[in-house]
């Protein structure tokens, strides 16, 4: 799935953000939180600042790293886009976290998403995601 961010009266081959392979890890009874996952491709320089959805009452972007011999995640403030190059959000790495969930997330069904973004200039853009719902990461091809 690919989705693109048009900007204003720019047509779709001039997109500013192409979102390929999103989607969420599917959540169990109980679970609060999950991970949202995806490849963001920047027509030209942009940060990634906050993600929004109506499905958790918290969404932030995270980053997971070693620290000494532990494994350590944080949300961080922004994750840069370099014009032309995939960043992959992943598990693992750098990624959304959806918290404090308001229903649980069930395979099969979508979630809204809302990124975030902000040019080199300063203006904030926002992309509307559809994220499909997944027990494990869908097969590449």
Same mark, same amino acid.
């Given at each position: 799935?690919?989705?693109?961010? $048009?900007?204003?009266?720019?047509? !779709?081959? *001039?997109a500013?953000?192409? %979102?390929?392979?999103?989607?969420a890890r @599917?959540s /169990?009874?109980g679970q609060?939180?999950t991970? $949202?996952?995806?490849?963001?491709t !920047?027509? *030209?320089?942009?940060?990634? %600042?906050?993600?929004s959805?109506?499905? @958790?009452? /918290?969404?932030?972007?995270?980053?997971?790293?070693m620290?000494?011999?532990?494994?350590?995640?944080?949300a961080?403030?922004?994750?840069?886009?370099p014009?032309?190059?995939?960043v992959?959000?992943?598990p693992?790495?750098?990624?959304l976290?959806?918290?404090?969930?308001?229903?649980?997330?069930?395979p099969?069904?979508?979630?809204p998403?809302?990124?975030?973004?902000?040019?080199?200039?300063?203006?904030?853009?926002k992309?509307?995601?559809?994220v499909?719902?997944?027990?494990?990461?869908?097969?590449?091809h």
């Amino acid at each position: 799935m690919t989705l693109m961010l $048009a900007a204003g009266a720019m047509q !779709a081959q *001039e997109a500013a953000v192409r %979102v390929d392979g999103a989607w969420a890890r @599917a959540s /169990v009874q109980g679970q609060s939180g999950t991970g $949202a996952f995806m490849t963001l491709t !920047a027509r *030209e320089p942009l940060t990634l %600042v906050g993600v929004s959805t109506p499905v @958790a009452g /918290v969404a932030e972007l995270h980053e997971m790293k070693m620290e000494g011999d532990v494994m350590k995640m944080r949300a961080i403030e922004g994750l840069a886009l370099p014009g032309g190059r995939p960043v992959e959000l992943k598990p693992g790495g750098h990624h959304l976290m959806l918290m404090e969930l308001k229903m649980p997330l069930k395979p099969d069904t979508r979630v809204p998403v809302t990124l975030h973004l902000r040019d080199a200039k300063g203006a904030l853009r926002k992309l509307e995601v559809s994220v499909p719902v997944a027990v494990r990461a869908p097969h590449k091809h």
